[in-house]
């Protein structure tokens, strides 16, 4: 029998809206306490559960080529929320999977809203669970409010660690000049809601790319406070102008690289770099730069961007920023199933765990929802098999995969080097023989293969059994 006394998740981003649908699927009693918008934050413009503050895009959705692309058709069979309500608001993006961050949100916070075993209560939860809370799910990201921090440590006893993530610019696709840039997704390739020509390119030649480094390298970056100045950055989500400092060619081999594109204004010659813009609402009025994070202040952020041919009378939706990102030692705080080991009552969930990236995160939500509901029904929960993309991640953030202990924790992104080796086939399916190179793609490939087989079972083993 389900015991139902309420788990309470504080947190309504991605990994906590996914925690409580979990909760309410399997009859278990959710109150979620969402502080905006009692209390704003720097990074949030509304007061939407799971608003995407960053990226609209959850990148690639390619299962069998990809992990974060597994880890979505793992969540997708698990009965995930988050990508339930991504697949009815995706928006052209090539190979990847990105939304309509206004419709997606919405539809979260009207699915939680309707749902009778989930209530909502607008305010700030400023310490740790309380004593009468027998189970609590903290997932309050990566903008965790200072009171909650310090409470953290507290009771820890451990510093938490912090870098900053940066948010890219926004631009009114009417004020982009296509004469000069054009529209193609690299290589051509389309994905889910699109039909290869996904982006809109801005192509630099190498005078024109030399200038932009100077102008990016020169340009008038956001102060840091004394206590920021050592907070590292997450390599994955890097500030352009932090790019260009490690070195002129960096942005040319990262999100400036021209590979898989030809320019129609140039006789479909390859240009020198490129700038891509993918589509950021479902209208298609609004798209947002690739990669390109940025520190630069507001006034020098449009100075230059503007130099960028196509971009040189660019409207602005949103100007790229900085926030604080928070995360906690969890191999050393979290057991197996992402419980503190000081206060097992509390587990914690989504990027506060050390996960990078919004699938991530809502990964994470999912597993501590399906954890906490299984305890409700007096059952021992089962982590999933590692070799699932969902078990990658939970041993990631728990320490397990780690020769050196949690010294060396750092946030990740699902990525196959998480997942336990596979052997590649040998032959394809028409019989030849698999060579050198031509390995990768299958060896990924054996290894999604695999990673759905296991998850199939540990779903079954988990559903509740009449």
């Known amino acids: 029998m389900t015991d139902q006394t309420p788990v309470h998740i504080v947190g309504g981003g991605l990994a906590g809206a996914e925690a409580a649908w979990q909760l309410a699927s399997d009859s278990v009693p959710v109150i979620l306490h969402e502080m905006r918008p009692v209390r704003a934050t ?29 880890l979505h058709e793992e969540m997708r069979r698990s009965g995930s929320l988050i990508m339930a309500a991504a697949d009815l608001h995706k928006l052209p993006a090539g190979g990847a999977l990105a939304v309509d961050r206004d419709g997606f949100s919405a539809e979260i916070t009207s699915r939680l809203s309707a749902h009778p075993l989930v209530e909502i209560r607008r305010e700030e939860i400023d310490g740790l669970p309380p004593p009468d809370w027998d189970s609590a799910i903290l997932a309050t990201g990566p ?7 310090r409470a953290i440590v507290t009771l820890t006893g451990s510093e938490a660690l912090a870098f900053f993530d940066a948010i890219a610019p926004v631009i009114h696709v009417h004020s982009i000049d296509e004469s000069k840039a054009w529209r193609q997704s690299r290589y051509d390739k389309a994905g889910p809601g699109g039909g290869g020509a996904d982006y809109i390119n801005c192509a630099l030649d190498k005078p024109q ?33 932090v790019m260009a400092e ?13 590979v898989g594109l030809s320019n129609p204004h140039e006789n479909g010659r390859r240009p020198y770099a490129v700038v891509q813009l993918r589509q950021d609402n479902a209208l298609g009025t609004l ?44 191999p050393r705080l979290l057991d197996g199933l992402l419980r503190l080991k000081l206060d097992p009552r509390i587990r914690f969930a989504g990027q506060i ?32 098999p590692t070799t699932t993309a969902l078990g990658a991640l939970l041993v990631h953030i728990t320490g397990g995969h780690l020769p050196g202990g949690h ?29 050198g190179k031509e390995k990768s793609p299958w060896r990924k490939r054996a290894m999604a293969e695999r990673a759905l087989a296991d998850l199939a079972g540990w779903l079954s083993d988990a559903a509740p059994k009449q």
């Open 209 to 241: 790319y030399e200038a932009f480094i100077d102008a990016l390298l020169a340009g008038e970056k956001t102060t840091f406070k004394a206590w920021e100045e050592s907070t590292p950055y997450f390599n994955g989500c890097l500030p352009i102008e």
């Open 287 to 330: 798209w947002n730069m690739v990669g390109f994070q940025t520190k630069l202040k507001h006034a020098e952020q449009v100075r230059v961007l503007r130099t960028i041919p196509g971009l040189e009378h660019a409207e602005f939706a949103r100007l790229g920023g900085l926030h604080r990102n928070t995360f906690i030692d969890s």
């Open 407 to 435: 010294a060396s924790f750092q946030p990740m992104n699902v990525n196959f080097g998480l997942f336990p080796p596979v052997e590649a086939p040998t032959h394809d399916g028409a019989g030849k023989r698999i060579k």
């Open 353 to 384: 765990t050390g996960v990078e990236g919004y699938v991530e995160s809502a990964a994470i939500g999912l597993l501590a929802g399906r954890f906490s509901a299984a305890e409700k029904r007096g059952l021992k929960p089962a982590p999933p």
């Open 143 to 149: 903008l965790t409010s200072d009171a909650l921090a």
């Open 246 to 258: 490690r070195g002129r060619e960096t942005l040319r081999f990262g999100p400036m690289k021209p």
């Open 42 to 70: 720097e990074a949030h413009r509304t007061d939407g559960l799971a608003e995407l503050v960053c990226s609209n895009s959850f990148r690639a959705d390619d299962w069998q080529a990809n992990a974060v692309g597994l």
